[in-house]
């Protein structure tokens, strides 16, 4: 099976270690030389419950997850009855133990329990499919040892032994080679990195110092991969009774002078939105990731969705300022988290970052990061005030001066009540209307420091795809094929969706013969955000709200049915 661009998915039950085998896979394609893209679907169940890990790799940048499926890695029955009728065309190839049955199936039966005892099938798994791409098992049994570190020697000899026994098995049986084109590492060492992994390591780099948070999937594993090296660099994470208390705690230790957030999803942001609130008005830089999956209430807590954009765009009562980013690569995960928490300081309130569960879980792989662009923090100056200190003093950018409570001689006041320029309860309506003003002035701090959107395609195109977030990529592959196949197609795709400044897209969008958006969301709010905006009217919608990640083909096939 000779291909570019191969999709692999494990599939089987919670606890069967598909994720070991689908992770350690990917790290060893990695290590190879290809590229890959890997889409995680899960049930919320610790045990049971069908599951699957796909694996898009080849030796072009893989962009999306695909539909059909070239080789099914089944680790039970029922995962060859869900996906059978997903594999390509010309039938692909299943892979399965000789003692599952799953009647007449064209299928390699692998002899796992001769192989290997029980409780090492999944290594053996690996080593089949790893041989049968035709990758060098030292690669495969160095990312073994690597990934289960310091193992008791008998186990670690044991996955060694499986290893070679699948290698050995592979090598004499009649299964087909199932080698994409061959492998290029000309572009140096690649990382494999999941979204959330990467907005641990903007947060580090952007000089996070506290992290506060209750878990709730698909946010949790931020704040894991914080805690991981929260003691080299110099970081606290403290897991809070709720999720009220992580955004209180967050804007404390804010308050207190140290660059500060939390990570949740919609569930949990929708208890905190009080203490939106209150970093408003209290005039606090705080950065706040929601991790976007279906609701309304409990939802769909593993699956995928797009909407939360209205909720977070108008949580907290009152009005104040807040910048909203929604990266749609690994890459913008890591540049967007470390330039929020310097915007946050600029603008002295809250800042936002969208993502979802199909980011958050999805490994890629990418150069290490470039470090060149990232601002090195920098401590809130404590210089002496001339005079009596104000912490809320009118100004014409409606920044006040920042001090930190015990820095200084200043008497640092702070009131979530409507307050006078020293911090103090008023209520002189006079007064209130000037401070709402102020901080309201603070948006131009924001719109100074917008991520303009990413345009691709000619000028003027027969049809303009509009995207947000995370279907950065989907919308990139399907624009490229159509491209390729003689059709005038443009991209616009938004990293940051509050503020907006349509002197930057409006007249891509007016120039667009048609216009689309593309949006995991049912309503379509970011086109009706657009339109709020701007006035234009996108002419048609394309949206997706099951729980599943939008495809490269689920575009297309929406898009042929016009």
Same mark, same amino acid.
């Given at each position: 099976?000779?291909?570019?661009?191969?999709?692999?998915?494990?599939?089987?039950?919670?606890?069967?270690?598909?994720?070991?085998?689908?992770?350690?896979?990917?790290?060893?394609?990695?290590?190879?030389? &290809?590229?890959?893209?890997?889409?995680?679907?899960?049930?919320?169940?610790?045990?049971?419950?069908?599951?699957?890990?796909?694996?898009?790799?080849?030796?072009?940048?893989?962009?999306?997850?695909?539909?059909?499926?070239?080789?099914?890695?089944?680790?039970?029955?029922?995962?060859?009855?869900?996906?059978?009728?997903?594999?390509?065309?010309?039938?692909?190839?299943?892979?399965?133990?000789?003692?599952?049955?799953?009647?007449?199936?064209?299928?390699?039966?692998?002899?796992?329990?001769?192989?290997?005892?029980?409780?090492?099938?999944?290594?053996?798994?690996?080593?089949?499919?790893?041989?049968?791409?035709?990758?060098?098992?030292?690669?495969?049994?160095?990312?073994?040892?690597? &990934?289960?570190?310091?193992?008791?020697?008998?186990?670690?000899?044991?996955?060694?032994?499986?290893?070679?026994?699948?290698?050995?098995?592979?090598?004499?049986?009649?299964?087909?080679?199932?080698?994409?084109?061959?492998?290029?590492?000309?572009?140096?060492?690649?990382?494999?990195?999941?979204?959330?992994?990467?907005?641990?390591?903007?947060?580090?780099?952007?000089?996070?110092?506290?992290?506060?948070?209750?878990?709730?999937?698909?946010?949790?594993?931020?704040?894991?991969?914080?805690?991981?090296?929260?003691?080299?660099?110099? /970081?606290?994470?403290?897991?809070?009774?709720?999720?009220?208390?992580?955004?209180?705690?967050?804007?404390?230790?804010?308050?207190?002078?140290?660059?500060?957030?939390?990570?949740?999803?919609?569930?949990?942001?929708?208890?905190?939105?009080?203490?939106?609130?209150?970093?408003?008005?209290?005039?606090?830089?705080?950065?706040?990731?929601?991790?976007?999956?279906?609701?309304?209430?409990?939802?769909?807590?593993?699956?995928?969705?797009?909407?939360?954009?209205?909720?977070?765009?108008?949580?907290?009562?009152?009005?104040?300022?807040?910048?909203?980013?929604?990266?749609?690569?690994?890459?913008?995960?890591?540049?967007?988290?470390?330039?929020?928490?310097?915007?946050?300081?600029?603008?002295?309130?809250?800042?936002?970052?969208?993502?979802?569960?199909?980011?958050?879980?999805?490994?890629?792989?990418?150069?290490?990061?470039?470090?060149?662009?990232?601002?090195?923090?920098?401590?809130?100056?404590?210089?002496?005030?001339?005079?009596? &200190?104000?912490?809320?003093?009118?100004?014409?950018?409606?920044?006040?001066?920042?001090?930190?409570?015990?820095?200084?001689?200043?008497?640092?006041?702070?009131?979530?009540?409507?307050?006078?320029?020293?911090?103090?309860?008023?209520?002189?309506?006079? /007064?209130?209307?000037?401070?709402?003003?102020?901080?309201?002035?603070?948006?131009?701090?924001?719109?100074?420091?917008?991520?303009?959107?990413?345009?691709?395609?000619?000028?003027?195109?027969?049809?303009?795809?509009?995207?947000?977030?995370?279907?950065?990529?989907?919308?990139?592959?399907?624009?490229?094929?159509?491209?390729?196949?003689?059709?005038?197609?443009?991209?616009?795709?938004?990293?940051?969706?509050?503020?907006?400044?349509?002197?930057?897209?409006?007249?891509?969008?007016?120039?667009?013969?048609?216009?689309?958006?593309?949006?995991?969301?049912?309503?379509?709010?970011?086109?009706?955000?657009?339109?709020?905006?701007?006035?234009?009217?996108?002419?048609?919608?394309?949206?997706?709200?099951?729980?599943?990640?939008?495809?490269?083909?689920?575009?297309?096939?929406?898009?042929?049915?016009?």
């Amino acid at each position: 099976m000779d291909s570019t661009m191969l999709q692999v998915v494990i599939g089987g039950e919670a606890g069967q270690g598909l994720v070991t085998l689908g992770e350690l896979l990917a790290r060893c394609l990695v290590r190879s030389g &290809y590229h890959i893209h890997v889409t995680q679907r899960y049930m919320s169940r610790i045990r049971g419950g069908h599951n699957t890990f796909s694996i898009r790799f080849g030796v072009e940048p893989a962009d999306a997850p695909a539909e059909a499926i070239h080789v099914l890695v089944a680790l039970d029955a029922d995962t060859v009855h869900l996906h059978r009728e997903e594999m390509v065309p010309d039938g692909g190839m299943i892979i399965i133990d000789e003692s599952l049955s799953i009647g007449e199936v064209p299928c390699v039966r692998v002899p796992f329990k001769n192989l290997s005892e029980p409780r090492y099938e999944n290594v053996v798994a690996l080593g089949v499919a790893a041989a049968l791409f035709k990758l060098d098992k030292s690669i495969v049994k160095e990312a073994v040892a690597a &990934y289960f570190g310091n193992k008791d020697a008998s186990v670690s000899e044991a996955n060694q032994a499986a290893i070679d026994s699948a290698y050995t098995w592979a090598e004499t049986s009649n299964a087909p080679a199932l080698t994409p084109a061959p492998a290029n590492a000309a572009d140096g060492v690649r990382l494999m990195m999941n979204g959330n992994e990467a907005l641990a390591l903007g947060a580090l780099a952007g000089g996070v110092k506290f992290c506060a948070f209750y878990p709730m999937s698909p946010a949790t594993s931020i704040l894991l991969n914080l805690a991981k090296h929260a003691e080299e660099m110099g /970081l606290i994470v403290e897991q809070a009774e709720d999720e009220i208390a992580a955004l209180n705690m967050a804007i404390g230790a804010s308050f207190s002078g140290s660059r500060s957030m939390t990570a949740t999803s919609g569930g949990g942001f929708a208890l905190m939105t009080e203490g939106v609130s209150l970093a408003g008005m209290t005039e606090v830089p705080v950065v706040i990731v929601v991790a976007q999956r279906p609701g309304p209430a409990t939802g769909l807590p593993t699956r995928t969705e797009q909407a939360d954009l209205e909720f977070v765009l108008h949580a907290g009562h009152g009005e104040f300022p807040r910048a909203i980013f929604a990266p749609g690569s690994i890459e913008e995960c890591f540049e967007l988290m470390s330039r929020t928490f310097a915007l946050a300081e600029a603008s002295q309130g809250p800042v936002f970052l969208l993502t979802d569960q199909f980011l958050a879980d999805s490994y890629r792989d990418v150069l290490p990061f470039k470090l060149n662009n990232v601002a090195v923090p920098q401590a809130p100056p404590q210089e002496e005030a001339a005079g009596y &200190y104000q912490r809320y003093a009118i100004t014409g950018s409606g920044v006040s001066p920042r001090r930190i409570p015990g820095a200084g001689p200043e008497l640092v006041v702070a009131d979530s009540d409507e307050h006078d320029e020293a911090g103090h309860i008023t209520e002189d309506l006079a /007064l209130r209307a000037k401070m709402v003003e102020k901080r309201l002035r603070k948006s131009k701090i924001l719109i100074d420091n917008i991520v303009p959107p990413e345009y691709s395609g000619e000028d003027a195109p027969e049809l303009l795809l509009l995207n947000w977030g995370s279907l950065k990529g989907a919308v990139k592959e399907a624009a490229n094929r159509m491209r390729a196949g003689g059709k005038s197609i443009g991209t616009l795709h938004f990293s940051q969706v509050w503020p907006l400044a349509p002197v930057q897209f409006l007249e891509r969008l007016q120039g667009a013969r048609r216009v689309v958006c593309v949006e995991g969301n049912a309503s379509g709010q970011f086109s009706r955000l657009i339109r709020r905006e701007t006035g234009f009217v996108v002419h048609r919608l394309i949206s997706r709200y099951d729980g599943l990640p939008i495809t490269p083909d689920y575009i297309m096939e929406e898009l042929h049915h016009e």
